[in-house]
């Protein structure tokens, strides 16, 4: 049996790194609406740790057969199970303060939870300097059409205003622990007192930011992994998702072959394969051994000015947790057609995941 857990603030508490964290209440907010979440990954009979169980099981009703028959139960439940063995701890990515919460809840799951030496190398491999030295660069090195640079920036602030000020370089910054679209700064000839600011206060706060140039993109993916506890790596499939300035907006959900004839449109599939078979050498080689649970590659299809075909940022950021991409991975099949469909999580009173259908037009073939 397993226990799941959605804490969609775990990006945020990496960077805080405390027992004790408070998460923005945007955080708490969707987290408390989107608990039953692992209901569509999860196997029949597994729990589900939600805030309110009555909330959990009317939300999940709208999912239909792609929910699975789960336990939903709450903080004081844990409380009083009276063994947890055999247990598994599976949440949406793996931190301090989970780990203070669930030991909170019952001592036993020392047990079942990593200790502060294996958590802090989940901290390590998250930070974004992690992939910007141990993948990206060898990926780049790998084929003439695979771009992308990220340098790691310790020093005086006041040392950037040469490098952002030239004319024609476009730069964005990236705090190296954040979520989706925050802890961005996007800078266009201009270092504004206020993006020096955020750039000294990062530095105080988080030891250093990433310089990365900005590129015209053309195609938002991703490819989505679980490492094991034998040391395997295993891919899984393909994400085709869109962000606006980091900000995550959707999901395709599809079948691989449909999401790869999608990335055609754009580069070959031969490419496309040896963009795996590279990346999956790699991560044997930097993961393997210090990291179990699933993980996505984010990556971009760009275009640059002095190119006749476009090229390919083969390793964004690497997101050591599940992401969107492996629940859009959940509620797709390889096996029986499907109509393609969007998965996107919405806000009106509350947050809802809302899969509908996709037209035909979600990607747009690119043309120089």
């Not at 028959?69 to 947890?84: A, K, N, P, Y």
Request: proline share 5%; aromatic share 8%.
């Amino acid at each position: 049996m397993k226990l799941h857990v959605f804490n969609p603030e775990h990006d945020i508490a990496l960077a805080v790194n405390m027992e004790q964290f408070t998460a923005p209440h945007a955080a708490r907010e969707l987290r408390a609406d989107l608990g039953y979440l692992p209901a569509l990954w999860a196997e029949d009979g597994d729990m589900v740790l939600v805030d309110d169980v009555p909330a959990a099981l009317e939300a999940v009703r709208h999912h239909g057969d792609d929910a699975q028959e789960v336990i939903f139960v709450t903080d004081r439940d844990l409380q009083q199970l009276s063994t947890l063995s055999p247990m598994k701890v599976e949440s949406w990515g793996m931190n301090k303060s989970l780990v203070k919460r669930l030991l909170a809840c019952n001592p036993d799951f020392t047990a079942v939870l990593p200790n502060d030496a294996q958590l802090d190398t989940i901290r390590q491999m998250s930070n974004r300097r992690f992939a910007a030295t141990h993948i990206l660069p060898a990926l780049v090195a790998s084929h003439p059409r695979f771009v992308g640079k990220s340098t790691y920036f310790t020093g005086q602030v006041q040392s950037l205003k040469t490098l952002f000020n030239q004319p024609r370089q476009r730069f964005v910054l990236k705090a190296p622990w954040s979520s989706s679209g925050r802890g961005m700064r996007y800078v266009d000839h201009d270092f504004t007192p206020h993006v020096e600011g955020w750039c000294k206060n990062l530095i105080h706060r988080q030891g250093g930011i990433m310089i990365e140039p900005q590129y015209e993109k053309v195609l938002d993916f991703g490819m989505e992994f679980e490492a094991s506890a034998q040391g395997d790596i295993q891919y899984l499939g393909l994400s085709l998702f869109s962000t606006v300035h980091g900000a995550y907006l959707g999901n395709i959900v599809a079948s691989e072959e449909v999401k790869r004839q999608e990335i055609a449109q754009f580069i070959s599939l031969d490419l496309l394969n040896f963009l795996q078979r590279t990346l999956h050498s790699l991560l044997v080689a930097e993961v393997s051994g210090k990291y179990v649970g699933p993980f996505g590659v984010d990556m971009m299809i760009v275009k640059l000015a002095d190119a006749t075909e476009l090229c390919v940022h083969p390793c964004v950021e690497i997101n050591f947790r599940r992401t969107m991409g492996h629940v859009a991975l959940s509620l797709s099949t390889n096996d029986v057609p499907q109509p393609k469909r969007l998965m996107q999580i919405t806000y009106t009173d509350k947050y809802r995941l809302k899969i509908s259908l996709a037209g035909d037009d979600l990607v747009t073939p690119y043309t120089f």
